[in-house]
C-alpha cells in the first residue's frame, strides 16, 4: 500500500488526486503546519531528510519531490494513461506541462506569496512603506510579469482544450492543477476563461472531487 505523508494546504493534495484516478489503495498520514512558521514540522524530516511535503512511503523506501513521487507511482502501477509511453508522441506534451509547473509556475507564485507576506507583517508604517513600495516594484519588474507570462501562455494552450493533454487526465494535469486552483480560489484568474473554465471543470471531475473530499476528511480526523 502506497502511504502518504500530507501537508495541509501543500502540494501534496494533487498526489490524492493522482491515487484517486488510479484507483489504488492508499492511505494519508496528516502532519500540520507550524502555527507561527507556517512550516512543515520536523516530525516529516525523520520520514525523509527534506523535510517537506508531499513525502511518499512504498516497499521501504521514502520519496520525496511531487514529480518523482507522481512517475513512481505511475511506473508501480504500470499505467499509461496518466504517462504515455515514450513511444508515444504525448508522452513528451505530458513531461513538458509536468515539469513547467514546478520548474516556471510555481517559483514566481511562491516567490509572490512571500514577499506579500511580508509586507502585510511589516512594521513600524515607515518600515512598512518602504518594504511596501520595494515589494511592489519587484512584483511589477520582475514576477508579476512573468506571473503574467506564464498565465497568457495556459490560456492560450487551453483554448479549445479540456485537458493539458489528450482527451482525458494526464501527470501534466495533476501537476497543474495545484497552481491554478491555488489561483482560482484567490480570484486571479479573471480575464482567463479558458483557464478558468479549466478549473471549473476539474471540480466536476469525479476523481478530483473524491480526491479532496478524502483529503479533508483524512485533515478532520487528524485535528
Known amino acids: 500500500m502506497f502511504t502518504l505523508h500530507h501537508l495541509n494546504e501543500s502540494r501534496s493534495q494533487r498526489i490524492i488526486w493522482l491515487f484517486e484516478l488510479l484507483n489504488v489503495e492508499y492511505e494519508i498520514k496528516v502532519y500540520k503546519r507550524d502555527a507561527t512558521t507556517n512550516l512543515a514540522p520536523a516530525e516529516l524530516s525523520q520520514i525523509h531528510p527534506i523535510g517537506a511535503a508531499p ?35 504525448k508522452h513528451i506534451d505530458v513531461q513538458f506541462w509536468s515539469h513547467f509547473a514546478e520548474g516556471s509556475m510555481m517559483p514566481p507564485l511562491v516567490a509572490s506569496l512571500v514577499l506579500n507576506k511580508g509586507k502585510e507583517k511589516a512594521s513600524p508604517f515607515f518600515i512598512k512603506f518602504v518594504i511596501s513600495k520595494f515589494v511592489d516594484a519587484v512584483m511589477e519588474k520582475y514576477f508579476g510579469k512573468v506571473i503574467h507570462r506564464n498565465l497568457h501562455f495556459i490560456e492560450q494552450h487551453l483554448q479549445g482544450k479540456t485537458w493539458f493533454v489528450g482527451d482525458t487526465p494526464t501527470l501534466a494535469d495533476v501537476q497543474m492543477s495545484f497552481p491554478l486552483e491555488a489561483l482560482h480560489k484567490n480570484g486571479r484568474l479573471a480575464g482567463l476563461p479558458n483557464t478558468k473554465s479549466y478549473v471549473e471543470n476539474l471540480h466536476n471531475e469525479p476523481s478530483y472531487q473524491n480526491a479532496m473530499t478524502k483529503m479533508l476528511e483524512a485533515e478532520k480526523d487528524a485535528s
Open 55 to 89: 513525502i511518499l512511503t512504498h516497499n521501504d523506501r521514502s520519496i520525496a519531490e511531487t514529480g518523482a513521487i507522481c512517475e513512481y507511482i505511475v511506473h508501480q502501477v504500470g499505467n499509461e494513461t496518466l504517462l504515455p509511453s515514450k513511444l508515444d508522441d
